[in-house]
């Protein structure tokens, strides 16, 4: 096996472990077999382990996520209703790959466009030709690094966006993982802008 499959198997697992399969609706096998393609395809990839795995909405809700995120045992909190967060929609050119995985190359928490507003941060990093990151896989960042919201900082995720324009965010609250939301001119000191480099799905590797 490549780090690279190694580090998508290692994901797996962790994101199996929890409960993520019942969050889909379906056994841990079943679910363990929709990420089998992309991991194979991996094999063959010298990518290494800057990669984040991550399942599709339509495998499983980012409303229900959140909550299965922790650091120190406490788990992740929003204030927000479900059918709030489903609303945080990718936005044009940062739709996900086809699913039901994929993958997130070099994903960051933004910390080079930290305390910008943004719609700032945003042209900020399309000049760096970068790419924000989206609900989704923020919401990966906080399950698989949580760690990173503590060394780092938390981040919005200006990829997705509401019908009112609010982008999502994930930071420290309370001492857990909390997702909300910020207004696309608002400015907050302990928000980076989250980026990746590149969305790798299963047909990229063919």
């Known amino acids: 096996m490549s780090k690279a499959s190694e580090e998508a198997q290692k994901q797996l697992d962790r994101i199996v472990a929890l409960g993520y399969p019942d969050v889909a609706d379906m056994s841990a096998a079943a679910f363990r077999a ?15 382990t800057q990669i984040l795995l991550v ?22 909190f929003t204030t927000m209703p479900p059918r709030d967060i489903a609303s945080f929609l990718p936005q044009d050119g940062f739709e996900p790959p086809e699913g039901p995985f994929y993958l997130v190359v070099e994903p960051h928490t933004g910390t080079c466009y930290i305390n910008r507003e943004p ?15 989206t609900l989704e896989e923020g919401l990966a960042i906080a399950t698989q690094h949580p760690e990173w919201l503590l060394e ?10 509401s019908a009112d324009g609010r982008v999502p965010s ?8 909390r997702l ?3 207004w696309p001119n608002s400015r907050h000191a302990w928000l980076g802008n989250a980026f990746c480099v590149s969305r790798r799905g299963v047909s990229l590797f063919h």
């Open 152 to 161: 780092e900082n938390g981040f919005n995720l200006l990829g997705s966006r």
């Open 34 to 48: 929709l990420a089998r393609p992309l991991i194979r395809a991996l094999e063959d990839s010298d990518l290494g």
């Open 55 to 76: 399942p599709t909405r339509e495998l499983v809700s980012p409303e229900s996520l959140i909550a299965r995120t922790s650091i120190n045992r406490m788990a992740g």
């Open 180 to 182: 909300g939301a910020v």
């Open 170 to 177: 994930i930071w420290m609250s309370q001492t857990a993982p």
């Open 119 to 133: 719609d700032v941060a945003r042209k900020l990093i399309d000049s760096d030709e970068r790419l924000p990151l």
